[in-house]
């Protein structure tokens, strides 16, 4: 299947006698980490139409929801329900990075050895789970920070690359279309990524109090430096939309730029100044991220709104010296 094509068979399904098909150098290894693979979905206050066809591709395989406080919360609780998922319901939004620790921790304690994230609203391919396994087989001789998907923005766009850090600017691999095409990068993001549960071990969970942006980025600077190495694999892919809308806009090029409401930037302008401040943060991944925020404060001055959007930025940098 397609990563942008909806699914009627269920990830069980597809893994069902399916040990000679595996991709990757050893099958019968994949088949054992797929075995000891679980997932983790947070959601708050999600598309219920969405969430479902999501559940329907995730069918078969372990995994837990973790409910951020959302309004709809019995509703998500009866679809949880239907598809045998394991729910775990906050009574209020912790954040991303609360909600990831809480799913890994119950994963831990159900037996997983490794654990793959997911936004609501991605939808991840049929056999995605199955390509991250076999590309997290391809390079386990090393230390492993993750192996992460990439996606299709909205169904028919373009598939994204990944992140590798260069002065001032930021590359992608070139994905050659090989049975397991796997390339080491920079950064992941959480959605799509497998995490072996060692890693976290050695690592640690994610800073709960980053609350929402920046938490992926923080974490693999953090495994990075501990000499974790993270991974993209060409082959597993998901539909992932970012930002509440998108817009395209001209900065050299036109680009796509995902929009999000005036508060949320105030989240990413305070994490990334205090992420800056790190002594996880390399300087040549400083410098393109550098660039990549003056893109974005043009981005915010041209689609607005620009004053609410601003003073939500300004309060974050303030906010960024500090310690929280």
Known sequence: ????????????????????AAPGPDADEVVLVLGRT????????????????????????????VDNGSVERLKIRALVDEFSFDLIALTENTGIATAQNLGVDRVRSRGAGFVVFFDQDSIPADD?????????VSVRSSRVAGVGSRYSRDGHAPLSGFVSCRWFRFTSPVCDGGSVDV?????LISSGSFVPLTTIDAVGGWRESLF?????TEWFLRAKRLGFQ????CAATMEHPVGDHAARI????????????????????????WLYRQPNANRQWISADLVRMARLVISMLLIGPRGPNLRAAARGVRAGFGDF
């Open 183 to 187: 390339h080491p990068v920079d950064l």
């Open 128 to 136: 995605a789970l199955e390509q991250l396994a076999a590309a997290y």
């Open 212 to 216: 929402i942006d920046r938490v992926d």
């Open 38 to 65: 679980h997932v983790v979905v947070v959601v708050f206050d999600p598309d219920l139409v969405r969430l479902r066809r999501q559940f329907s591709v995730l069918e078969g395989c372990d995994t837990v929801i």
């Open 250 to 273: 001209w900065a050299g090029r036109w680009r796509t730029v995902p929009r999000h409401p005036s508060e949320r930037y105030f989240y990413v302008f305070r994490n990334t100044v």
């Open 230 to 233: 993270p991974y993209g694999s």
């Open 1 to 20: 299947m397609s990563p942008t094509t909806s699914s009627t068979t269920s990830w069980g399904e597809t893994l069902a006698g399916n040990a000679e």
